[in-house]
């Protein structure tokens, strides 16, 4: 009579299998587990994020001063924002080129000129109450994660950020930004260190990018019309103030 031993597991294979006591059946047993299971050598890996497809950013006030006389609360709130972290800014240099909702949260691009005639964008992403401000847009409840770049050349072809934050979920995500100051410039090309690139048009000369991977661009590729490069900006990682 055969005896059968109980199941044990093998850990050098990740499997269970009867030890039988027929060198016959052993041996086949083990040919056809051979031939139809093998062990996993790699181990899974996260699904890379990419640039997220989301609502064109509304260019509701383009002049600076021109909402000195009525300000909106984003604008107010966020020109705070980048002050609570060392901005100074030119009294009413500060005008908002961007507002977007994502998700559940409401994303605004600001620019401004400091004293020392440094040009500057910032960047901020906040809770919002779903009522109108006096721009149209959607109010800014509070900032809680952002940040603001300078640069100081007076012949520079434009002014670019890009901060690590993370949403009202806990979820982190890249927001890249920029403001381009050649007249003829019509997009924009982000220059990632992979070589894979990224192509997005300008809105009043600035641009607002979401990206939920772990990926920073290097440079800016400033394009005209005819898609021929300007020329190229730094998109630093930019920390928050």
């Known amino acids: 009579m055969r005896r059968i031993s ?3 597991p093998d850990r050098r294979r990740g499997l269970s299998f009867a030890r039988i006591a027929a060198p016959g059946i052993f041996i086949g047993l083990m040919l056809l587990m051979s031939g139809c ?3 996993s050598s790699s181990s899974p890996t996260a699904t890379p994020g990419g640039i997220i497809v989301m609502t064109p950013p509304i260019s509701n006030q ?3 001063g021109v909402v000195a006389t009525n300000p909106s609360n984003n604008l107010i709130r966020m020109e705070a924002f980048v002050q609570s972290y060392g901005a100074q800014t030119v009294p009413g240099s500060t005008r908002v080129w961007a507002e977007t909702t994502y998700l559940q949260d409401l994303i605004v691009g600001i620019a401004f000129v400091t004293p020392s005639n440094a040009r500057c964008i910032g960047v901020g992403i906040g809770n919002h109450d779903g009522g109108q401000n006096a721009t149209g847009a959607i109010n800014l409840i509070n900032v809680f994660n952002g940040g603001f770049h300078c640069d100081a050349n ?3 072809l434009g002014v670019a950020g890009q901060w690590l934050v993370t949403d009202s979920r806990g979820t982190p995500l890249i927001i890249l930004a920029g403001q381009v100051f050649a007249p003829n410039a019509q997009s924009v090309v ?3 260190p992979t070589g894979t690139p ?3 048009p300008l809105t009043s000369g600035n641009f607002i990018v979401l990206d939920d991977s772990l990926n920073f661009p290097t440079e800016v590729s400033i394009h005209d019309a ?4 300007i020329g190229r900006i730094a998109i630093p990682v930019s920390p928050q103030g």
């Open 226 to 229: 005819t898609d021929v490069e």
């Open 198 to 200: 990224y192509q997005t």
């Open 6 to 8: 109980v199941i044990q």
């Open 62 to 64: 383009t002049t600076p």
């Open 154 to 156: 007076p012949t520079a």
């Open 190 to 192: 982000l220059l990632y």
């Open 37 to 39: 299971i093998r062990p």
